[in-house]
């Protein structure tokens, strides 16, 4: 089981990005799928989170402004941000659980996370 994020870069205020993660390993999907963001001295915090039926979870802070989608075909879990704001610097993760998750943005809740991708806003 692999997760692989890319899109990660740096971008003034204000401005977008969108991030992609590409599952592999096993022929079934997810059942719930997140983005987390850690910062350097914080804590990893989550982003989004979308479930099997799409239903969606978002924290405060980007609501409005973070989307998260996910192509089952490809099984591909993307994350749009716009209006970007310093406090988006962070590393960027993928995560994936098989099972049932009670707390999308909980990454205890996660069994299986990507290696990152950077983003810096300034």
């Known amino acids: 089981v692999q997760l692989v994020e890319s899109g990660g870069g740096s971008v003034q205020a204000g401005g977008s990005l969108r991030l992609t993660c590409a599952a592999s390993g096993r022929t079934d999907s997810y059942n719930v799928m997140g983005w987390f963001r850690q910062a350097p001295g914080r804590e990893r915090e989550g982003v989004a989170a979308?479930?099997?039926?799409?239903?969606?979870t978002y924290a405060d802070s980007v609501k409005g402004r973070y989307a998260i989608s996910k192509d089952n075909d490809k099984k591909i879990l993307s994350l749009q941000m716009n209006s970007l704001t310093p406090e988006g610097t962070a590393m960027y993760y993928c995560a994936g659980n098989y099972g049932t998750i009670y707390l999308p943005l909980r990454r205890a809740e996660y069994g299986y996370w990507g290696q990152g991708t950077q983003v810096t806003v300034s």
């Open positions: 979308i479930d099997s039926h799409g239903t969606t």
